[in-house]
T-cell receptor, first 112, second 115 residues
């Protein structure tokens, strides 16, 4: 089955720093999604990408759908303490439009 | 409430017992999904429903797992003869329709611990 390789596994940064994380796959994905999960909660959608090359922003978050359709990155600018959590990439492949494949997550810790 | 709700929030059971996990989707959402999240892992897709129908059950880990949905609303995930490897957080999500552009909204999950 499809697999998403997400990196880094964890990050420790200072408040105000920028953060970047990415996902790669050997398979082509038609949709890339980025979710954030807080402790004891379900994942919450941050950004959805539907076209190769698409660059989308949501406040301090920016994500891009790789031109090869096999990768995506998420950037967080000027991090704040509430950015702490686990960030997951997820993707949908052709013919599996409802089965999200998830990366293993990036644990972000922000030191105030 | 406005979001997806799941119950119980925590379940501790003994190996070999059966458990039922419940999901209440957002009102009006026709599609419902179950995922499993093991410690330090991403989410693993289990099964989806379109209305009351689950066309593809291949994601269920074993024949001890089953799921049903009634009235196009509430869904239950049943695990029979639980094993320790079943310990995980079971997450439910729903979306307005079963399409790639409809956002899946997740519930808070049920944390299952099998002793």
């Amino acid at each position: 089955g499809q697999q998403l390789n997400q990196s880094p596994q964890s990050m420790f940064i200072q408040e105000g720093e920028d953060v970047s994380m990415n996902c790669t796959s050997s398979s082509i994905f038609n949709t890339w999604l980025w979710y954030k999960q807080d402790p004891g909660e379900g994942p919450v959608l941050l950004i959805a990408l539907y076209k190769a090359g698409e660059l989308t922003s949501n406040g301090r978050l920016t994500a891009q759908f790789g031109i090869t359709r096999k990768d995506s990155f998420l950037n967080i600018s000027a991090s704040i303490p509430s950015d702490v959590g686990i960030y997951f990439c997820a993707g949908l492949t052709r013919g599996s439009n409802y089965k999200l494949t998830f990366g293993k997550g990036t644990l972000l810790t922000v030191n105030p | 409430g406005a979001g997806v709700s799941q119950s119980p929030s925590n379940k501790v059971t003994e190996k070999g017992k059966d458990v039922e996990l419940r999901c209440d989707p957002i009102s009006g959402h026709t599609a419902l999904y179950w995922y499993r999240q093991s410690l330090g892992q991403g989410l693993e897709f289990l099964i989806y429903f379109q209305g009351n129908s689950a066309p593809d059950k291949s994601g269920l880990p074993s024949d001890r797992f089953s799921a049903e949905r009634t009235g196009g609303s509430v869904s239950t995930l049943t695990i029979q003869r639980t094993q320790q490897e079943d310990s995980a957080v079971y997450l439910c999500a729903s979306s307005f329709q079963l399409t790639s552009t409809d956002t899946q909204y997740f519930g808070p999950g049920t944390r299952l611990t099998v002793l």
